[in-house]
């Protein structure tokens, strides 16, 4: 049995695939088949070594963590409510350590220089993400001397970005997918809306440097003119869509079905890695720190 048993060289297809899942249909009956699989790795099952079955329990464990995340609203109310204090409770005493940890060496000589070159090293990888250098730099910054000159630099900006103004082709999507979408992505998209579509904002760097409609007296002037409205309503009339057949809508419903429960079970993957990384850069951060105390 030739496998690597290194799960860290698995991704998230490899992972499906290792179980012989469809990412689609992905559901409980799919678990339990897994859950044979691991099982029928065990020594005393397959004569193999323990290695084996320690690498399909972990690649089980990845995907039972990735089935509750994608189905944690379905899971949710079957959690008591006294495993939740229980967590939290934890979590508490280890930020009352921490912060008593931190204010007995507050005072240490160089401690604060020292503490963010250790946290930037746990978490160098964050900082790549982020907007730091843009926002200390004067990129997309214009001084003006008055209203003309105003106009002036929104006319040069127009005329500089027309060339590369692009529209965005978004395919149809159903309002449940377009509320489901209300937390932000793991992308950094540049725009975001609240839980329910109502409360709309856009990514810090793009609301800074998109901040003119890229629509110059040209782009009217190229428009098909019309004489009357009745010229208008008649060009509309031979350019209408064709209205789409039922089989049509539902298999528009379906595919878009299918890429949901892709996209969920992509993000729960990506989030379940992120965390993982997050508590062993935590872990490493708080070790280094206790061997100074």
């Not at 992972?15 to 029928?40: N, P």
């Not at 377009?178 to 992505?185: K, L």
């Amino acid at each position: 049995m030739n496998v690597d048993l290194d799960i860290n060289h698995y991704g998230l297809s490899d992972i499906l695939t290792l179980f012989k899942i469809d990412a689609v249909d992905f559901d409980e009956a799919d678990l339990k088949k897994a859950k044979r699989i691991v099982l029928k790795t065990h020594p005393d099952k397959s004569g193999l070594e323990k290695d084996y079955f320690l690498f399909y329990t972990k690649a089980y464990k990845m995907l039972y963590q990735i089935y509750e995340f994608k189905n944690k609203r379905n899971t949710m109310s079957t959690h008591t409510s006294d495993t939740a204090y229980q967590s939290l409770n934890g979590d508490e005493e280890d930020e009352k350590y921490h912060k008593r940890l931190i204010k007995g060496m507050n005072n240490k000589k160089d401690f604060h220089d020292w503490f963010n070159k250790l946290f930037v090293e746990c978490n160098g990888n964050m900082a790549d993400e982020g907007y730091d250098e843009w926002l200390q730099s004067d990129a997309g910054i214009y001084t003006t001397n008055g209203t003309g000159n105003v106009n002036d630099q929104i006319r040069e900006l127009k005329n500089n970005q027309n060339g590369e103004f692009k529209i965005v082709r978004r395919e149809f999507t159903t309002l449940s997918s377009q509320h489901s979408h209300g937390s932000t992505s793991f992308d950094s998209p540049s725009s975001y809306s609240g839980k329910q579509g109502n409360l709309i904002f856009n990514d810090i760097k793009d609301a800074f440097e998109n901040t003119i409609i890229q629509v110059t007296e040209d782009d009217f002037k190229s428009r098909k003119k019309f004489n009357n409205v009745n010229e208008l309503q008649f060009h509309r009339k031979q350019n209408e869509g064709k209205v789409m057949s039922k089989d049509e809508s539902n298999l528009i419903l379906k595919n878009e079905q299918d890429r949901q429960s892709i996209t969920a079970i992509e993000q729960s993957y990506k989030f379940i890695k992120e965390t993982e990384q997050h508590s062993q850069n935590q872990d490493k951060f708080w070790s280094k720190l206790k061997l100074l105390h």
